[in-house]
């Protein structure tokens, strides 16, 4: 079989009327609607060959266990955005090109991410509830308060701040990800130091999801540090998120948020907030 070919494709945003940049792979071009599987890790905007190879990379995994997809990496308007605020209207504005130009089952939209992918994969899940059909969080940060480090926290912080970095932690709005199925992966070893993310955000957002009952698989890799996306891993996780369906009527929605720019989900809409964060 031919290598599969990812190619650099641009949209004009609505944000600022420019071209911006995204990775996109087909596994083949067959007409029916196919799953979308949005990868979030860092560094496409500064390296963007390296982005297309890795879609390149997922599609081939998916081809390779019979899964017919398109696989998007948004570039997030580079790693400082970390995918939240103008990073995270840039995938929201990917997706809707993608979906343009492909044949996108939209009840099949998955997203990855490692690192400050992982932590851009439980912002936009925690903050679009409906959107996505799986997630798998590699080596993801969700909580501030566990950046606490000898002399303080990684990240001076004021008080009046405090609502700004718990609007950004899924750790407070675990709600939100009642109809997101999870498979989160972290490294035994993996540490708040060297650029390093504690394994504490993950076992501690299993925990939670447990006390819920929500739907997850927790896969702590031993002995392993912050890589932990093994291949032997990525070839189990990558067939599972394309094979879920997002569940469209459920009988239950719930919804946190701490601002009105996040405040849907579903048939849910809040429309006033009595106390500002």
Wanted: glycine share 10%; aromatic share 10%.
């Amino acid at each position: 079989a031919m290598p599969l070919q990812g190619q650099l494709q641009y949209f004009r945003s609505s944000v600022d009327g420019r071209l911006h940049p995204c990775a996109v792979c087909a596994t083949d071009d067959g007409s029916g609607p196919k799953a979308l599987l949005v990868e979030v890790s860092p560094g496409a905007l500064d390296h963007l060959s390296g982005a297309v190879a890795l879609t390149e990379e997922i599609a081939t995994v998916a081809a390779q266990e019979g899964r017919s997809c398109v696989v998007l990496r948004p570039t997030g308007r580079g790693g400082g955005s970390v995918y939240q605020n103008y990073g995270e209207v840039d995938v929201l504005e990917a997706i809707e090109h993608v979906a343009a130009h492909y044949a996108i089952d939209r009840d099949r939209i998955s997203i990855s991410g490692s690192s400050m992918g992982g932590a851009a994969v439980w912002y936009l899940i925690s903050h679009y509830p409906d959107l996505f059909a799986a997630a798998a969080p590699f080596c993801g940060y969700c909580d501030y308060r566990l950046w606490e480090k000898t002399g303080g926290l990684t990240f001076h912080m004021h008080l009046w701040e405090e609502p700004s970095w718990r609007a950004r932690s899924a750790a407070f709005l675990v709600e939100n990800i009642r109809h997101t199925p999870l498979w989160i992966v972290h490294g035994e070893w993996d540490r708040a130091a060297g650029g390093g993310v504690s394994v504490e955000h993950s076992r501690q957002m299993a925990r939670l999801l447990g006390e819920k009952d929500y739907f997850h698989t927790y896969t702590e890799v031993p002995r392993t540090g912050h890589g932990c996306r093994r291949p032997e891993i990525w070839e189990q996780v990558i067939p599972w998120l394309l094979d879920q369906r997002k569940e469209r009527r459920p009988r239950q929605v719930s919804l946190a948020t701490y601002t009105l720019r996040h405040n849907r989900a579903y048939w849910v809409t809040i429309e006033q907030l009595e106390i500002y964060g």
